[in-house]
């Protein structure tokens, strides 16, 4: 059977085909302001790409915060559960999850089935997710995707103390009126976000082995202070952003 999933998030939204459980096919696009649309646009590029039609498809699962939206699913589920299953498909040893999306963050326990066993959610400051990097990716005048290597430069991380976006971009903007370094404040910038994450992560005692998934996994200098802070190897996988997607996709082979 050929299924497909479709995980929408703040920022974009992911597409995953499988058939007979191995994946054909992945794509992203931006969200943008209609996640509707986007839905529907990365499952048809994406579709027209490995030169197939609707009707090959067997089920669909949607997943991410415009999940709802997608009005030719079959089924629509939470990211954490599909975040859980994309990661237990790609490697059956993996037992932690972490997450870092648009606008939230997670940290997931599995069991050695890739069932969740536990969960935490940063959903409600933009303090260690993508759009904190974004947003500190600006004021320094640097591409984020150059902020990983850049980081990996510094010498002396400089200290960001403040949880809070706003309050945190003001930091940086003192750091560079001071002339610091600005390897060492992106360094700094990381290890913000990987005590924040790390906190979160440590109070679900998570365990070996720790994957990451999201865009910003992405950003080696995230992952690298990530795993200082949590005293484990973060393993990455070349599908890492469009994981959701694919746990979706394989969800969607069990459905009754």
């Keep these: 059977m050929i299924t497909a999933g479709i995980d929408i998030g703040s920022i974009t939204t992911k597409a995953a085909v499988m058939a007979e459980g191995k994946i054909r096919g992945t794509k992203v696009v931006f969200t943008g302001y209609n996640a509707e649309q986007a839905g529907t646009k990365v499952y048809e590029e994406l579709l027209a790409e490995l030169g197939m039609e609707k009707s090959d498809v067997g089920r669909i699962v949607s997943t991410g915060y415009g999940r709802n939206s997608v009005k030719f699913m079959d089924k629509a589920m939470t990211e954490i559960i599909c975040h859980g299953a994309g990661a237990h498909y790609l490697n059956p040893r993996a037992r932690s999850v972490i997450d870092i999306g648009g606008q939230d963050s997670k940290a997931i326990v599995l069991d050695e089935k890739g069932k969740v066993k536990n969960f935490a959610m940063n959903d409600k400051c933009a303090a260690g997710t ?90 080696i200098g995230v992952v690298k202070a990530l795993e200082r802070k949590i005293g484990m190897a973060v393993e990455v996988s070349e599908y890492a952003q469009v994981n959701g997607a694919i746990g979706a996709a394989f969800l969607a082979a069990g459905l009754k």
Excluded at 131 to 140: K, P, Q
Excluded at 161 to 177: D, G
């Design 130 to 219: 993508g759009r904190f990097l974004e947003v500190m990716a600006r004021a320094l005048e640097v591409d984020l995707d150059g902020f990983g290597t850049l980081s990996l430069r510094a010498g002396d991380p400089s200290r960001i103390s403040s949880l809070c976006t706003v309050f945190a971009e003001s930091e940086v903007i003192s750091l560079i009126s001071k002339g610091e370094n600005r390897e060492n404040i992106i360094a700094g910038i990381h290890e913000s976000i990987a005590a924040r994450i790390a906190a979160m992560a440590n109070r679900l005692r998570i365990a070996p082995l720790v994957v990451m998934t999201g865009g910003v996994a992405k950003n």
